[in-house]
């Protein structure tokens, strides 16, 4: 173990998902880290991401529930629809977020993790300096150095952010109340969370997706489910097109968004959700010799090292990885590893599990049978919908299907199953045995054996699995 003030055996740069997984696991190991985290740590996720977006997302559920409870035989003196009191929704994010950060904080201070507060640079040597906030001109050194620095969204020309009219996730999630019209401008995992949410709580919501439909790298079917869904609900998702800019009314109560082909939206918000670019601005100096690829990001091998030694990347800064907060804590823990001498196994990214929260949800892991067709792999494929489970029938969601590919032995048998894909109610908790079987190469013969406790919406997966051995109860 590394003694002294200033110097470490690791020194991590941002304190999110990747940052923090590797500074717990390390200490665990008995590693003496110190993290340098320019706002506090939990990074996007936890604070301007994925936890106060789900908590938003929840609220939408229940004012989904609400609505539709009369259906159950409960109803309210009146019969009016319930309202949405965005204020207290926020107070009630915000306690959420605050109480899984002291919590995050008590367990880096449990390890003994120091937490330097300002923006990190890596300088040559392994050394780190804090070059703004509280701890600004502090340096430490780190015998190892893992560049966990994070992202920022992306945003498009003719769309600056302004706060008013145009935002990001980062503005989005501090609103106070819901906007009554509402241009989504990306169909991307995000993007359909927050249409999703926002019609769900009251707003006329516009999809506008570059490509030629939304969720595009999805499986078809999962795609179309969520497709038809919006339709059904009235969200409108115009695809193949190109936004220009906007131009906000005179009288400032909404603007209009311009597109490509000619058209116009007029809306009260814009939401840019087109992705997010990696924050690298500043993280290596000139001593540096870890190297940043054409678009920003930290240029890493398959065990997420750069071209310097002892100097490491994970989470979104890190070149050909998905930016999902879970990948992030693989990869730190793979690092971890690698610092302590242990075995590595590489991230799978192929068959990493992908989790969308709109509704109805989207969750899968694995190949879809076109990226599988495409590989030359022969497929054998089943598919049951949700239409005919019955715990989806109790609980009246019955929108979606469960999709298993699986590859084809030369006899016509089903083989290794080569994904899961899921859309329907709460499928992102019920991907964790469709993962399992994916990385794990199992076959429907093997998954067929283990027994889904019934009424459960987990029967449809283990119903579409058992069909493919050729003797399914419900489906052929």
């Given amino acids: 173990m590394t003694t002294g003030d200033n110097n470490f055996d690791v020194v991590i740069i941002g304190g999110g998902p990747g940052g923090y997984a590797t500074a717990l696991y390390g200490a665990s190991a008995g590693l003496n880290i110190a993290i340098v985290e320019r706002t506090k740590v939990g990074g996007t996720c936890l604070h ?59 367990l880096l201070r449990g390890r003994k ?3 330097l507060q300002g923006t990190g640079t890596l300088l040559a040597g392994r050394r780190v300096r804090v070059v703004d906030g509280p701890d600004a001109g502090t340096e430490v050194t780190g015998h190892h150095i893992v560049l966990a620095a994070g992202s920022v969204p992306r945003t498009l020309p003719g769309l600056d952010v302004d706060g008013r009219f145009v935002l990001t996730s980062d503005e989005f999630l501090d609103l106070e109340h819901v906007p009554p019209s509402v241009a989504v401008i990306g169909g991307g995992a995000i993007g359909c969370e927050f249409a999703s949410l ?9 999809v506008v997706e570059a490509l030629d439909s939304i969720l595009a790298g999805c499986e078809e079917e999962v795609a179309a489910v969520v497709a038809r869904s919006f339709r059904r609900r009235g969200i409108e998702v115009v695809t193949g097109a190109q936004v220009k800019g906007h131009v906000p009314k005179e009288d400032g109560s909404a603007t209009v ?21 990696p924050r690298t601005e500043g993280l290596l100096s000139e001593g540096a010799t870890a190297q940043l690829d054409e678009r920003g990001f930290v240029i890493v091998n398959h065990l997420m090292q750069t071209h310097e030694q002892h100097v490491w990347a994970v989470g979104d800064v890190a070149a050909g990885t998905p930016q999902l907060a879970h990948v992030a804590f693989a990869e730190g823990i793979l690092v971890v590893k690698g610092i302590m001498g242990e075995q590595m196994v590489p991230v799978d990214y192929e068959r990493v599990p992908w989790a969308i929260y709109c509704h ?3 969750a899968f892991a694995g190949l879809t049978e076109a990226q599988a067709v495409a590989r030359g792999i022969p497929v ?42 899921m859309a329907g109610p709460w499928v992102t908790e019920q991907l964790g045995a469709g993962y399992l079987a994916v990385n794990w190469e199992a076959t429907p013969y093997e998954v067929a054996q283990f027994i889904q406790p019934h009424p459960s919406l987990s029967e449809t997966f283990g119903e579409t699995v058992l069909a493919l051995t050729g003797r399914g109860l419900h489906i052929g």
């Fill in 113 to 115: 993790v120091t937490v």
């Fill in 360 to 362: 109805p949800e989207v």
């Fill in 48 to 106: 301007r991401g994925c936890v106060p977006a789900k908590e938003f997302l929840e609220t939408a559920a229940v004012h989904r529930t609400v609505k539709g409870a009369a259906e159950f035989g409960i109803t309210s003196p009146g019969g009016a629809d319930p309202i949405v009191d965005f204020g207290v929704n926020q107070r009630r994010k915000v306690a959420v977020v605050d109480q899984l950060f002291r919590g995050l904080s008590g």
């Fill in 198 to 206: 926002l019609s769900d709580l009251g707003s006329k919501v516009t």
């Fill in 380 to 421: 054998l494929v089943k598919k049951d919908p949700f239409g005919g489970n019955s715990r989806a029938r109790i609980i009246g969601d019955t929108e979606g299907l469960v999709k298993v590919v699986a590859e084809q032995r030369p006899d016509g048998s089903a083989g290794r199953i080569l994904g899961v894909h």
């Fill in 257 to 277: 968004v311009q597109l490509g082909d000619g058209r116009e939206l007029e809306v009260a918000t814009i939401v840019v959700s087109v992705g997010r670019r």
